[in-house]
């Protein structure tokens, strides 16, 4: 049987930063194989984050803004974002360049196929892949199965983020190519967190994405035609061409990943609970959790001395989670709280789990209190959802 020092079950975007960073750094000679069924290479996605800490693959980012807006009924605010920027990574640009590399690696191996079963035997893992069985010293799993995750249950949120977005061109000169939105309420939010999303290009085309926090799916006219009217009614525009499309689901749930799946398996990006669960953000956190990982290869030997997040981060992700579940027609009003109320590097380091504890109660006194302390105790107390 074939033995490897790590396999990638799993060669999306968490199985690639991974074997990117492990190429880019001390480990470069150790074996690694990528086993996924997809050819990766499409632009899938795009991938948005904010940072003040240089970008984790610098040539593919293809936007970079320093200004943020927020709008709701009541209050619209752009935010120069000081020492932050928002930057955007296309999906084929992602794929190209870790491909390139990877490929081109002679330590590094692709197989086209399903990882089946993982088991631990004596000092490795076993991988049963549909088509044979390797041994690996460390096993990455990122697989995740949509369909699974539609079927879970337990005393957790289930939420999912989705959207969908159309690349627009227009005649009229109607975007601000600097500043892109990150949340827009002015759409009707029918008792859930509904809201648009504008990536700007130029003046004249945009990404403008309809998202929705929220328990299920709408159908596909839905999307279109709240898309149609918030370009109609808000934007101000009626001829456009829709260029590209883009949908996704994210899954946001407050359920606790276990990371050590076995003796020689580590969970890693959306499996390993990378995505943060009350915004859906995983691309800056999977790879800070790649280049975590390879450090702790390189220092201790194993995969499995990472940072943990704080643990009232978990708590405020589920309050926050249960009062868009339980609450959805406050989100509005959560949000422009938040926005409104704190300095916008606060408000992004709350997010990124890298405030104190003063600064984390600063930023929840800026909420409407009363659903929070309900949200409290009804998924601390009472442990109920
Ligand atoms: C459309 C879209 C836009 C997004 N935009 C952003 C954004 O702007 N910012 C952000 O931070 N996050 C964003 N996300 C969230 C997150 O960053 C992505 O979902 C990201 O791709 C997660 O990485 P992953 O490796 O966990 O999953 P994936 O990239 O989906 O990779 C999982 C891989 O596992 C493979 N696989 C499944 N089953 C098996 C099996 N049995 N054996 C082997 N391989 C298997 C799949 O084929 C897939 O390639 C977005 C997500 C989507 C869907």
């Known amino acids: 049987m074939r033995r490897y020092d790590y396999v990638m079950a799993g060669g999306g975007m968490a199985g690639l930063s991974l074997a990117y960073a492990i190429t880019g750094s001390r480990l470069a000679e150790k074996s690694v194989l990528i086993v996924d069924p997809e050819t990766k290479g499409e632009n899938d996605r795009t991938w ?25 009924h009541s209050w619209t605010h752009d935010f120069d974002l000081g020492d932050y920027r ?79 977005g159309w690349i627009v061109e227009t005649q009229q000169p109607v975007f601000d190519p600097h500043t892109p939105t990150l949340f827009d309420f002015r759409t009707p939010g029918h008792g859930e967190m509904r809201f648009f999303y504008i990536l700007p290009f130029s003046e004249h085309r945009a990404l403008v994405e309809y998202t929705l926090f929220s328990a299920e799916l709408l159908s596909d006219a839905e999307y279109v035609r709240a898309i149609e009217t918030y370009l109609r009614d808000v934007v101000g525009v009626t001829e456009y061409r829709v260029v590209d499309r883009e949908r996704g689901v994210i899954p946001m749930t407050d359920e606790p990943v276990v990371r050590r799946e076995g003796c020689r ?31 702790s290869l390189l220092r201790h030997d194993h995969p499995f001395h990472l940072p943990a997040a704080p643990r009232r981060a978990r708590m405020l992700d589920t309050m926050l989670l249960q009062v868009m579940y339980r609450r959805g027609e406050l989100s509005e009003r959560v949000f422009t709280a938040l926005f409104r109320r704190n300095p916008i590097d606060r408000l992004l380091r709350f997010l990124d789990e890298e405030t104190s504890l003063a600064q984390t109660l600063a930023v929840m006194a800026t909420v409407p209190i009363p659903p929070f302390l309900a949200a409290f105790w009804r998924t601390h107390v009472l442990k109920k959802v």
Do not use: N
């Not at 948005?48 to 709701?72: D, K, M, Q």
């Not at 930057?87 to 491909?99: C, H, I, K, P, S």
């Not at 953000?281 to 390879?294: G, K």
């Open 48 to 72: 948005c984050y904010w940072t003040r800490a240089g970008h984790p693959i610098e040539p593919i980012v293809s936007h970079v803004w320093s200004a943020l807006r927020f709008a709701s």
């Open 86 to 164: 928002y930057a955007m990574v296309r999906g084929d640009d992602f794929y190209r360049e870790t491909l390139d590399r990877l490929e081109q690696h002679p330590r590094v191996e692709f197989e086209r196929g399903r990882v089946i079963a993982i088991h631990d035997e004596d000092g490795c893992a076993r991988v049963e892949t549909d088509q044979r069985s390797v041994l690996a010293t460390w096993v990455f799993d990122s697989r995740f199965e949509p369909q699974e995750y539609e079927q879970r249950s337990g005393p957790h949120h289930y939420l999912k983020q989705h959207f969908v």
């Open 265 to 295: 398996t580590l969970a890693i990006g959306t499996r390993g609970g990378r995505v943060k669960a009350s915004t859906g953000y995983a691309f800056r956190r999977t790879q800070l959790d790649s280049q975590a990982i390879v450090e």
